[in-house]
């Protein structure tokens, strides 16, 4: 079938919408009329080149929508259910499943290709040449085709704008927190707040913080940051030092989560100096692939504090994305308030910029169909 889609063809360029040929589902595959996608920053690092990925691809892993067609061993899903996707697949079997750690499922290996499970291309463009999806999805997508264990089934009352939402942005900065080791009574230090970070800022009330201090450039941003449950927000560490200092008796914080949208050694150097003693940094973003860490070795030892790389907030997004949207229902999570602007696929270029210029907490691309 053809359907259209937004594809990245080399690093630096814009996104191009396009019509492409989308293959049948496989016999573990289903195809998913994909109803909106979230505009995560993650995509934004296949165009900078951050990440290394095999273009061109289709952009898009924060989506959710409607199952059109399974293949014949699919038992997950059935047509007709409304879905997330998950960008890191969820088999429930292999050893890391198996240990109740899904963000690190063995099945996300080879990601980078964009091609399905079976090493198969899902999309082709006019000429027959193949062309892969984000994490194996490509959300940006009218349509997508993927295995079923990137699916979770959601309950048919929630709007898809924030469903796609939870999917990954909302699971990721709210189990950062949560998993990160905020504890109740802690200082916490929150730097960059969009997506991921206003997320990180509710896990981190809802984990029982007593303060949390969120760092943001774009000042535009702090009122956001204050009605999603911080207790204060400043536009670099320096300017919020005293505070830190009159808050932890010059302790330092006891939690400091990174959901900048490019981190690089330097920003992790200055979280990690932010954190007290036996506290704990927690590093949630992307950006910088080349060794380094602005990090004294001294330091770490020290004072006993720890450092820690969160996947998709450290959640099993089969279970947390259900409850998480329960929370939603009960009154006690955020969502509407997350999506900032919808845009038309049309309009992906315009979303991406909004980005950049930190306009949005998220922009959301709701599909035409």
């Known amino acids: 079938m053809k359907t259209r889609a937004a594809v990245i063809h080399a690093i630096g360029e814009e996104w191009k919408v396009q019509e492409l040929d989308l293959n049948e589902p496989g016999e573990n595959e289903v195809r998913i009329k994909v109803m909106a996608s979230g505009l995560c920053h993650s995509d934004d690092h296949f165009v900078t080149g951050d990440l290394a990925v095999d273009l061109p691809m289709v952009g898009g892993h924060e989506g959710a929508g409607i199952v059109e067609a399974v293949g014949s061993k699919v038992t997950r899903v059935k047509v007709g259910d409304h879905v997330s996707t998950l960008f890191i697949p969820a088999c429930g079997q292999c050893v890391y499943c198996a240990r109740g750690m899904q963000y690190i499922c063995n099945n996300g290996a080879g990601m980078e290709t964009g091609m399905g499970m079976d090493g198969n291309p899902h999309f082709h463009d006019a000429d027959g040449n193949k062309v892969g999806g984000v994490t194996r999805l490509g959300t940006f997508s009218n349509y997508l ?13 929630i709007p898809f704008e924030l469903a796609c939402l939870v999917s990954c942005g909302v699971a990721t900065g709210y189990g950062a927190a949560v998993n990160g080791g905020v504890k109740p009574g802690d200082v916490v230090l929150v730097l960059g707040f969009g997506g991921v970070g206003a ?3 509710q896990g981190a009330r ?9 760092i943001e450039p774009v000042e535009e941003k702090h009122k956001w940051a204050l009605d999603f449950g911080a207790t204060e927000a400043y536009t670099s560490i320096p300017e919020a030092q005293q505070r830190i200092d009159h808050l932890t008796n010059g302790q330092g914080v006891d939690v400091a989560l990174i959901t900048v949208g490019r981190v690089d050694g330097d920003i992790i150097g200055d979280a990690f100096a932010a954190v007290g003693k036996a506290g704990t940094c927690v590093l949630v973003s992307v950006g910088q692939a080349e060794r380094g ?11 006993a504090k720890h450092f820690q790389g969160v996947m998709y907030g450290n959640c099993n997004p089969t279970a947390d994305i259900p409850k998480l949207l329960q929370m939603y229902k009960d009154g006690s999570l955020k969502l509407d308030e997350l999506v900032t602007r919808r845009y038309k696929l049309d309009e992906i270029n315009e979303a991406v910029a909004d980005m950049h210029a930190g306009r949005n907490i998220r922009g959301v691309v709701v599909h035409e169909h």
């Open 293 to 303: 860490i602005a990090i004294s070795p001294q330091d770490f030892t020290n004072f």
């Open 145 to 157: 085709v993927c295995h079923e264990m990137q699916t979770v089934k959601l309950p048919d009352d």
């Open 199 to 201: 997320n990180a800022v």
């Open 206 to 214: 809802h984990a029982g913080a007593d303060h949390v201090i969120v």
